[in-house]
């Protein structure tokens, strides 16, 4: 049986509308419905919380679903968060945007400039694309993206004060 199915059945078991599951799991009710109608899998956070709240195994809830078990295995890649893709995407192209600025012999006080204003920009793409009570689920790929950008400008003027204060 497929886990759109078991949730279903567990979800009018427990009297629940799909609006009322989706508030609990603080997702959208369209993702309750997609799920049951086989659309698209939970991920594993909302597998474990929809066994959570109905009180059954995951065993339970996705044995039988080769599909949704498919989804879990272990493929070997590298899977970072969001916070994670920020941090370390930021890190990584701040220092090649400022090797790259250096090359074409930007002045300091340009590239300084510049940061400043594309990570004021990106600080306001990061806070305009938050959903603040779920903050770790609530980074979109658009936030993700301008927190990128910020760590990248943040890095810049960091390295820069540095490579200002060893060559000044």
């Known amino acids: 049986m497929k886990i759109g199915l078991k949730l279903q059945q567990q979800r009018i078991l427990h009297n629940m509308s799909q609006n009322d599951l989706a508030e609990k799991l603080h997702i959208s009710r369209q993702s309750i419905s997609k799920w049951e109608n086989g659309g698209s899998l939970p991920s594993f956070s909302n597998v474990v919380a929809i066994s959570d709240l109905f009180e059954i195994s995951l065993d339970e809830l996705i ?5 949704l ?7 070997g890649k590298i899977r970072l968060t969001h916070v994670e893709t920020i941090i370390f995407g930021g890190i990584g192209l701040g220092i090649v945007l400022l090797i790259i600025l250096k090359l074409f012999k930007i002045p ?19 806070l305009m694309n938050l959903e603040w009570r779920y903050v770790n689920r609530s980074l979109t790929k658009k936030a993700v993206f301008f927190g990128v950008i910020v760590m990248a400008m943040t890095v810049i003027n960091l390295l820069l004060s540095m490579w200002i204060g060893f060559t000044g």
């Open 69 to 75: 078990m498919d989804k879990f295995k272990d493929d």
């Open 108 to 126: 300091n006080d340009i590239i300084e400039a510049g940061v400043l204003f594309v990570a004021f920009a990106g600080e306001l793409g990061i």
């Open 63 to 67: 044995r039988g679903d080769e599909e």
